[in-house]
């Protein structure tokens, strides 16, 4: 019978196998280290993404909040631009009004007749004044009353006066503003101007 010693062959091919072992061992680290590495720099990568694009946002809601400040600087302008319009408004509408009747009214009074005062008071109106004769208070009455401003033109009082050495008729009037009809006023100039 033959003997064959065995022990060192196991030995070796413990060692062999062992040294495969370590191989796959360090294999499979590498790949998992890769792998590993790959995923760091792919969520890196992400993540700078990211900053970038909150970067790019935050400026973006800068920008809208100069847009916004301008826009509110903007409604502010169109506010003062209104408020104004509003009063060009009222002062035309105000032209219109006492200041032009009066106008109309200087055009409407004859030589030798002189107002002495002139009362609004709503829609209502008191003229006084003084004049030669009667018929120039009754060429006024006319001519009040045939304007766009007046009607409604009543005599309350007329007497005679002396005033520097003349004989005067003093009168009163009573009239009433025609409603706006948003045309303007037609003048009737006085006989004698």
Known sequence: MIKINLLPVKTSKKKETAIQQLIVAGAVLVVLAVAVASLYMVKRSQVATARRDITAANAKINELKAKLGKLEEIKKLKEEVKKKLDVLIQL??????????????????????????????????????????????????????????????????????????????????????????????????AAGK
């Open 92 to 189: 035309r509408k105000n032209k219109t009004g006492p200041a032009q009747r009066l106008v109309v009214l200087s055009d409407l009074t004859p030589e030798q007749l002189w107002l002495t005062s002139y009362v609004e008071s709503n829609q209502d109106v008191k003229i006084s004044g003084v004049a030669y004769t009667e018929d120039l208070i009754a060429h006024f009455m006319k001519a009040l009353e045939s304007s766009r401003n007046f009607m409604a033109v009543e005599l309350l009082l007329s007497e005679q006066t002396e005033a520097g050495g003349a004989k005067l008729k003093k009168f009163d009037l009573t009239l009433k503003l025609r409603p706006d009809t948003g045309q303007p006023p037609a003048v009737t100039p």
